[in-house]
């Protein structure tokens, strides 16, 4: 018994690195080769499934599930209703079935490894979140992505993503895990680490320069500071330390950037002229209005499952929330919202209960992020985040209802 407990915990950490480590993007930079390394996720995750102690879901984990099911089969009918077949759909239908799959999977092993080991498996999880960081910056900066020309590093740092979004996205959220590590660590010299660690994954999120990550970072601080004041004098002061030295060697890393990645910061500062257009929101509006010409034909039912992801002629719609209206239609839409409103207060309740901000923060920046990207939600590192959040919760309304009855 003892023998299968190591064997689920070491499948369950291998799992969680393969995915936050993008193992499959990194197999894909180096070989060429895709397809490797998803059937692998796929097998663990099933391994997981079946071999898990209690297989029950939480009610809000149902929630979740219950939306993408009614998301699936009410685009499954707009599809025989209107008969358009879109060029994503299969991958869209493919895409849901797996989400559901690995969420399912990965929050079965968050509650064993919590049940059994307490919030150990959290910090083992921040850590790979971290590592990814800066080995994807050591990869930029040893040149090896550059090298290699299958990743965007002509405009900015992608590391271990093909997507520059997806580095910024991973770099925020070590950003939060290491606020996480740094009350959790008394010794100076591990503050003094994680500090440089710090500047590290700021540098790293500027690099990848994505608008949404900016926004959510400004937004999370400004709730931080404001809500949930859940900063220190100390870390105020050692941040804006930090800011300061960011903000001197700013004027370098403009410098020493590519022309494409000035050219795209120049853009953005655009937008405290004349506020947002269609070019310092990287095309999105027009991407936004072509989806609303579908949605305002059919905003009942939406036009069918995986139209809006490959809309004809710009490359998809670059929003996740208007991709499920004009997929699915507006219950869809209405559902989904519910459902991340349910989740954003769960996750309210629980810093309230334990000053621990980074797991609403890593999802309000998923939920941001959305606004301006398409696959956000399928995208198995947030597929991680999410299962993780929902473990979090239903182990500490477990531990609380273990209290009473004591």
């Not at 910090?123 to 930029?140: A, E, K, M, P, Y």
């Not at 925020?172 to 959790?184: N, T």
């Not at 590519?258 to 947002?276: A, H, P």
């Not at 901000?357 to 398409?374: A, P, Q, S």
Request: charged share 15%; proline share 1%.
């Amino acid at each position: 018994m003892f023998k299968k407990t190591k064997i689920y915990s070491l499948v369950f950490k291998i799992l969680i690195s393969i995915i936050l480590l993008n193992i499959n993007g990194l197999v894909y930079l180096l070989t060429g080769f895709t397809g490797l390394i998803s059937p692998l996720i796929l097998l663990f995750s099933i391994y997981l499934i079946i071999y898990a102690k209690h297989r029950s879901i939480s009610k809000l984990l149902r929630f979740y599930f219950g939306y993408l099911i009614i998301y699936l089969v009410l685009g499954l009918i707009a599809l025989l209703l209107y008969l358009q077949v879109g060029r994503e759909t299969d991958n869209t239908i493919l895409d849901l079935l797996k989400t559901m799959l690995i969420i399912y999977a990965l929050f079965l092993g968050y509650r064993e490894e919590l049940k059994r080991n307490g919030y150990k498996i959290i910090r083992f999880t921040f850590w790979v979140i971290i590592i990814s960081v800066v080995l994807s910056c050591g990869l930029d900066y040893l040149k090896i992505a550059a090298i290699q020309a299958r990743y965007r590093t002509d405009t900015r740092m992608s590391g271990f993503f093909a997507n520059p979004n997806e580095l910024a996205s991973q770099a925020l959220f070590s950003i939060l895990a290491i606020q996480y590590l740094f009350k959790s660590y008394t010794k100076k010299i591990y503050k003094i680490f994680l500090g440089i660690l710090l500047l590290i994954c700021f540098y790293t999120m500027f690099m990848a320069f994505s608008r949404a990550i900016f926004i959510s970072f400004f937004i999370l601080l400004f709730l931080q500071l404001t809500v949930y004041k859940g900063l220190t004098f100390k870390a105020v002061f050692i941040a804006f330390i930090g800011v300061v030295i960011l903000g001197i060697a700013l004027p370098k890393i403009y410098e020493d950037s590519n022309r494409s990645l000035q050219r795209r910061m120049d853009r953005t500062l655009t937008i405290f002229d004349g506020g947002v257009s269609d070019e310092n929101s990287g095309g999105r509006l027009e991407l936004y209005g072509h989806a609303m010409d579908y949605i305002n034909e059919y905003p009942l039912t939406g036009i069918g499952m995986g139209n809006m992801q490959r809309i004809e002629g710009v490359g998809g719609v670059h929003n996740a929330y208007l991709a499920v209206w004009g997929n699915a239609g507006i219950l869809a839409l209405l559902l989904f919202i519910l459902f991340l409103s349910k989740f954003i207060f769960e996750l309210h309740k629980y810093v309230i209960s334990t000053k621990n901000t980074f797991f609403l923060f890593v999802v309000l920046t998923i939920m941001i992020n959305g606004i301006t990207k398409l696959g956000v939600y399928e995208f198995k590192i947030n597929n991680l985040i999410f299962a993780m959040s929902f473990a979090v919760l239903f182990f500490h309304e477990y531990t609380k209802k273990m209290k009473l009855t004591i």
